[in-house]
């Protein structure tokens, strides 16, 4: 079992930066891949970016050049810096773990409960 569980989530003006942080605990090393994934309302959740063994990163051309995703091992933990902020990253973000290195939701098996990002213009 993997515990996910997000924070960081607020209310910041178009061109802002959020950070998100994503605490993970249990049995971590058999989920080497992290992802962040988001959903608007109306909208399927979508993939942001992963991390593979804490080193290899991903991400979706939505939030390529203004997004970073890295890995604090020591803590377990995720971050998901972002930068630029447009009012269409307005979402609910969450946290997944997965064995697969993939960016289908349906492939991640463990979630934390996300988090809310508001862009306003």
């Known amino acids: 079992q993997v515990q996910l569980a997000e924070s960081g989530g607020g209310l910041v003006q178009a061109g802002g930066s959020l950070r998100l942080s994503c605490a993970a605990s249990g049995r971590t090393f058999t989920r080497p891949v992290m992802a962040w994934f988001r959903q608007a309302p109306g909208k399927d959740r979508e993939f942001v970016a992963r991390i593979t063994g804490g080193t290899w990163t991903y991400y979706a051309d939505s939030v390529k050049g203004r997004f970073t995703v890295a890995m604090d091992n020591a803590k377990d933990t995720v971050y998901l810096q972002m930068n630029s902020l447009k009012p269409e990253d307005t979402a609910v973000y969450y946290c997944?773990?997965?064995?697969?290195?993939?960016?289908?939701?349906?492939?991640?098996?463990?979630w934390g409960q996300g988090t809310q990002v508001t862009v306003s213009s």
């Open positions: 997944a773990a997965s064995e697969f290195i993939t960016d289908l939701a349906p492939q991640y098996d463990y």
